[in-house]
């Protein structure tokens, strides 16, 4: 079976488990009714099986490279990167002034999880232009709004972000490439950054970089540290590509997976750049941008999941290997428990972390539109959850995809490798799934954990208003977020690195909880259904791991710190 | 930091935990003294650091290719194949009369883990060879036995082993491959396999294959299966390989990593063989050679994982981003919480799957040496737990391994992916850890659990000692074991296709429970030292995990297959 992007779940989960109709209550999206998102949706999920997911093959097979300083990308790549500008689907939640749609995030991330379905490596590019429109947005001078925005939106140029050195990984406070003021307003900017994705490209006319860069006599660390657009040609009088800038890609990185993405190395020599909000204001900048691409990273996770899923399921319909089918079998290795076992797995967790990324987006929307602190504190508190467990589940869902092809997993003609290897840097980029931990239990608790007691109190009275339909269900969610309660408060009440020493297994179990109250809402809605009987599978089988991990949460740094860096080795 | 086989290790289990010298007090393996034992690891373990671990990388890079129907092998591979054999290290297990060493399968396991961690895709050549050399020695005629055995041991020639067919994986039953009586005590073999490790190579003067294939008329499935021994070249009178066989390699895999490890396409066409074991005993005389090369691809996710680990205990030593000396730190990114927290994960279950696969291996040891019922189902029963679980943790450590790199894990040049690459073969190989589940609860539980409750019987009584020495973490081994034991009791009491429903979760508590009896044993040998810290780590953070395990084991099939195989695409 060819992959078909999962439109009808999107349409379930925002119809009935996340509730964007709220977000077009406020008025702000009142455009974006139940008839024009299901038409977004199926518009948007023919465009991924007809054009995208075709070059999922063809982009791991001939990766991106370079060629006399140039990114050739796969074949095909450059078409399906029209079809994604032309659909409009890069502008999606930009602002209607610049060419944008103006539509509720939650929309735009529902599309572009479907897009890395179908190609995460090509889905990445217009991620990165995404992130740049809403940087520039919200920090850009109008001048610079005005002449970027359209071209950005329309995908005629591309937009990147560049804050790695290969000194300055997760610590991005050491970065040390320098903007010097040339006093008319530009900046030069002399540099290295790595990990670039998609930092060149050949079918964009011009690619445009947010650079991190450091003023000369900028205070040390994260605090002097400045914002700088600076494109790979600079537009002429007409706002056309001009000359070419002082940038350039050194090299390509052969990596595991994701070899559709060109991976660079970046050069910078007295590059001319414009700055992207105030001196010094650098870091603040690039979160507005980082924050919503890590949900976005969150949803190429969930979005290899379906992929994986889709691909295993058509395997396993297919693979014959079981009882026949006048003994009341299918004839198909579906016929294994241990099969069952691994597709309903695969299926409850991708729904789970689905529904997660996308409860993430309508807390965004909603902050926005009305600006309410306890829908940001929401959003904020949302956000790590949503990316570290959806890429981890990316990469548990593509493994478990390779297990149910057997042999044929590990063979990379059947493509089930393929989702595994490219989900792999999900979990790393856009700061490593231990960093979204440490986020999640130190500057998402500096509210001494408020944020997520409301989110409890809220999963708790869903879960009273429930409690006569599905009792056993219930009662599973309802202990589960008491236990997960009462870990955040202990938390709450321990230094960073007791906490930090926590982060990890602390996150997923909050994830666990989260996932058993969406699914519980989904099951409320087909009682005894389908959706039913997956939220069972996730209640009784998945769940039950949040103690296991609520234990680990609490088992303080002295045991993690109990090794002395020689012990390690011996 | 290069590769350094973890030659104390192994000498701390075999003294201290799984308890080698019974082994030699039985008389059998007499000559396998504690001298004799540290001399050969720290030989082994050589051998690994200096040949083995410097043909990882190109093995990966450079991968075995298909050249005018020969193999030809990964630049090296020629070297460190005679390094092995010419160390003795194939047949180090194998009877003396023929050339063998005659040492326990223990030391053998031990040295075939080291060769993994240091290069996998070379040591599965000689894996397969032993797993030959073993069905040969139970089940060959004399004839054979005296041609074929000390050319497989010295490494003269190599073997394989044939089973799988395009439309027979897991189940072998459906193969079609046929052999015919040439009625000259030989047979003609024609068939076509798949996914034959090893099936070539251009440094053996021959490639022996064991090839399953039907006698015409012979009965359906399973039990019409014959074993053959088909060799490349046929022996001339001289014993030495004369003309070709009808044997060939069609094509190579392109496979996920194990990139120097050829996996073929065998096509046989009246290809002669000679019959090996009973006429339709075939999979009993395969079974044979299965059983032991399971514990050994257990021995190569463990293998795995020890590389990985080095791997990124070596990054994290040498990446500088943390607190400063004066500050109490070490610089590097060993500082951070969560970066301990994955080392000692790693480092944890790096152990505890090491010493299942040890006390596999003794228990093999034993039941050749007493011929005792009692060893021989302790062996039968600890062979998929540490099939299963060293892959598992191979598979689980070589992500972390990734995730400990940051970005570096993503990119080939650092070797930390290849880890993870390559292991995965392993939870599919052999029979899939599904199917090793599923062997745990039916087959090695027809007994009625008899070894598994010997086995847990004497986890507490082991606990009943160390409760006065390490009182916490005795009590949360032995409560664990009884709730594993509650579990086992009741899985007992069910049909199969429940117990199927609940076998991979199961298998994994029980290794997770024999995981924290083996720690215990290791921390009462070095109370409030670094064995006692990593026992500490594991039985609080990682044992608890046994409990939700041990809830989806017991979930039933209901679950399972309450979807259609319409709702699973729906």
Known sequence: MPFRAPVEEYNFLLSNVVNLSQVNATGRFSDAGPDMVTAILSEAGRMCDDVLAPLQRPGDLHPARLENGVVRTSP?????????????????AANPEYGGMGLPLTLAHAVNEMMSAACMSLQLAPLMSQGQI???????????KALYLPKLISGEWTGTMNLTEPQAGSAVGALRSKAEDNGDGTYSITG????????????????????????????????????????????DENGKPGVANGVKVVSLEHKMGLHGSPT?????????????????????????????????????????????YQHALSYALDRKQGRSMEDGGTGTILDHADVRRMLMHMKADTFAARAIGLSCAVAIDMAEATGDDWWTA????????????????GNEVAAIGIQVHGGMGFVEETGAAQYAR?????????????????????RKMMDQGDAAFRLFDEIEEAAELSRCKLPDLTESVWQATEELRETTE?????????????????????????????????????????????????????????????????????????????????
């Open 76 to 92: 095909g790549f450059d078409d399906g990167f029209r079809a994604i500008a032309e659909g409009g689907w890069i502008g999606m």
């Open 192 to 235: 290295q950054k790595i990990y670039i994705s998609w930092g060149d490209n050949d079918f964009a006319e011009n690619v445009c970089h947010l650079v991190l860069a450091r003023i000369p006599g900028a205070p040390a660390g994260t605090k002097g540290i400045s914002l700088f657009l600076v494109p790979k040609f600079l537009p």
């Open 490 to 570: 202990w938390l709450i009440d321990r230094n960073h690195r007791v906490r930090f020493a926590g982060a990890v297994p602390y996150l997923r179990a909050f994830a666990r909880v989260l996932g058993g109250h969406l699914h519980l809402q989904a099951a409320l809605v087909e009682q005894g259904g389908p959706r039913e009987k997956l939220a069972r599978f996730y209640i009784r089988r998945l769940l039950p791991e949040h103690q296991s991990l609520l234990v680990q949460a609490r088992s303080g740094d002295f045991d993690v710190f109990g090794l002395s860096p020689e012990e390690f080795s011996a």
């Open 378 to 393: 929401r959003a904020a508190l949302l956000t790590p959850v949503a990316k570290a467990f959806g890429t981890d589940i």
């Open 422 to 442: 490219d989900v792999r840097v999900t979990t790393i980029y856009e700061g490593t799934n231990g960093i979204q931990a440490m986020d999640l239990v130190a």
């Open 264 to 308: 660079c190395v970046m050069s910078y020599e007295n590059a001319k750049g414009w700055m992207v909000g105030p001196e010094n204001g650098g870091m603040a900048a690039m979160f507005t941008m980082m924050n919503n691409a890590r949900l976005g990273v969150g949803g190429q996770g969930i979005g290899v999941a379906e992929g994986a």
């Open 134 to 144: 809403e940087a520039l947005e919200h920090h850009a001078s109008d001048e610079i």
